[in-house]
């Protein structure tokens, strides 16, 4: 794969941030920065926790790798939607891989799961996602791990599935797309939305009017790194050190102060996936 070029680094937060969700080892793919390369860009800027995420068995094993060689990091383990969907038959023998990784120390959650109905069209696809949805929900449950979701075009079946299955005790809504309509149902259930670069762009006044609705003890920030780039960038691969280009934004839609947006946000990560990691 050719690398793309990062953009600069934006002013440093006044205080610290959590990357409630990234994928460090796919920024380095897109754009040839290390992992060690990437977190110090984070923590130049104040940017001193993050979550790194699995979507699949690899990559959640090496979550869980990258948990116990970088303090500041700790591991989400889980089949993504759509790969759970392009498994087919061999979707239990993946998930029977991944369930002894839940176990680790390193691990604060399960997922990204969830629904995909963008990318996965077709009805065996969808029926296998929700099995895998429903698994994952489970083993949150049974371990106390907090259940990270990922819906696209999916808000209605995303609660169904979960009122079916049961809430666990901590429910993180990834790259939160609804409006403040469904933000109310999610927090319903007691669930932290999670806003990325998209809060950003011009069109998604409906996200704006969500994140200006949650409650302030709900709220986190992530950059789902490598995507998701916020503005000016957006197009341009993402980091964690491009997060408080979101924050500013997040606190400007709230009508914050920067320093009171970053503490909010940055309790609200250790809420949800707990504390005693990182800075």
Known sequence: MTTRPLPPAPEPLPRPVTDAHTHLLSTQEFSGLAVADALAAARAVNVTRLVEVGVDVASSRAAVALSETHPEVVANIAIHPNDAARLGVNLAGALAELEPLAAHPGVRGIGETGLDYFRTTDAAGR?????????????????????????????????????????PERVVMHCFSGDAAFAAECVARGAWLSFPGTLTF?????LREAARAVPADRLLVETDAPYLTPMPFR????????????????????????????????????????????A
């Open 235 to 278: 197009g341009k691969p993402n980091s964690s050190y491009l997060l408080p280009l979101t924050v500013a934004f997040l606190a400007g839609v709230r009508g914050l102060g920067l320093g009171d947006c970053c503490d909010l946000v940055n309790d609200n990560a250790a809420a949800a996936f707990g504390g005693g990691w990182g």
């Open 202 to 206: 011009k069109p998604n006044e409906a």
């Open 127 to 167: 029926a296998l996602q929700r099995e895998s949805f429903t698994w994952h929900i489970r083993l949150a449950q049974r371990t106390g791990a907090t259940l990270v979701i990922h819906d696209r075009d999916a808000h209605d079946d995303v609660l169904a599935v979960l009122d079916e299955a049961g809430v």
